[in-house]
């Protein structure tokens, strides 16, 4: 599956023929969330795609997979810590980051910000639901850089104003929007 301009995201028993600057993502997502079908992965994707910088470092919040986190590295991020409150997705998520080949990146169990490592981040990523995504948003200045961007999804198109006027509050300044289908980013 091709995401924005370079991203493949590519079943872990399949053979695919790289193109020039393809930034190939392994995956076997075995029970976790993050394949690269579904509109909210899709949409981050795109979104750490255009906004990740070379040097970051990111942080993404209920990682499933960690699709998004290989992502985030494979673009040229310095280190991703990547938590997931499944012990389950924990665990498929360190195996997809060393099927990739990947040592930058760091995955762990907590809930939200609960467990996280206390530093500062460039880029931090949720693709959860619009319900944590409000209840992690106060918490967010601790961990977000003056100046840095952060990507939330998992967010049906009802709720989006909800979220906006939530990151409001905090606050942050809103850049964009993307949406697929019902759902944005």
Not at 93 to 101: F, I, L, Q, T
Request: hydrophobic share 45%; proline share 4%; with cysteine.
């Amino acid at each position: 599956i091709r995401i924005g301009e370079r991203i493949v995201i590519v079943p872990a028993w399949e053979k695919y023929d790289e193109q020039p600057n393809d930034i190939i993502v392994r995956m076997d997502p075995g029970m976790a969330f993050g394949t690269g079908t579904h509109e909210t992965t899709r949409l981050v994707a795109m979104l750490i795609e255009k906004y990740v910088k070379k040097n970051d470092v990111c942080l993404d919040l209920g990682t499933g997979s960690g699709i998004l986190a290989i992502a985030a590295s494979k673009l040229g991020a310095e280190s991703v810590n990547a938590y997931d409150i499944d012990p389950v997705a924990v665990r498929v998520a360190n195996e997809n980051v060393s099927d990739n080949g990947i040592t930058n990146i760091s995955c762990g169990r907590s809930d939200l910000f609960a467990g996280v490592e206390e530093k500062t981040y460039d880029l931090i990523c949720a693709n959860i639901v619009a319900d944590i995504i409000i209840r992690m948003l106060p918490d967010v200045e601790k961990f977000l850089k003056p100046g840095g961007i952060l990507i939330t999804s998992g967010i049906i198109e009802e709720r989006a104003d909800e979220v906006l006027a939530a990151a409001e509050k905090i606050p942050l300044e809103y850049v964009e929007m993307k949406e697929e289908k019902a759902w944005c980013a």
